[in-house]
């Protein structure tokens, strides 16, 4: 399947920190390397901030994936990339996850590693509304910290927000 994977960071680390090579900055390295993931037809949307490693990008470029850095999003602008999004899936069947940490914090507060400079809430859910013809056979929304959520519940509001709009896409798809 392919995989739409909007965060952050790449997670395609090949160990965490050189201890864990099954974490949260791995799985997506090892879903390639189990064949649950076709790279081939798989994009990660919004790479930014605080990098590891010089290679944080270029890691994932190796294993076939399209990055899409924010800078790149910015510039290409929702209704383009939601198509180069389409492009590059071309109808497989994909698993579609969205990391809280896509969103700038002052628009997700409560996320576990917050990376200033990506779109607001409202920008994020733009491009979901975008999306178009995706077919989502699985979908998750991660990544929200209660503990570091401001008052009026902003990050549980948001991903239960981006919960909506995946399964609106899902129940789209299937009429």
Known sequence: ??????????????????AKRFSAGTPFRRAVEEGWIDPAH?????????LFRPDDVSQSEALGYTVVTTERMFELGWPALARQIAARVDRMPCYLTFDLD?????????VQTPEAGGPTARDALALLRALSGLSIIRADVVET????????????????????EILAMLAADRV
């Open 102 to 110: 896509f969103v700038d914090p002052a628009s997700a507060p409560g």
């Open 42 to 50: 798989s994009i990660q949307i919004g790479m930014r901030g605080s």
């Open 145 to 164: 910290n209660p503990l570091f959520d401001g008052p009026g519940q902003v990050i549980a509001l948001l991903a239960a927000t981006v919960a909506a």
């Open 1 to 18: 399947m392919a995989l739409v994977h909007f965060d952050s960071h790449t997670d395609t680390w090949d160990s965490y920190f050189g």
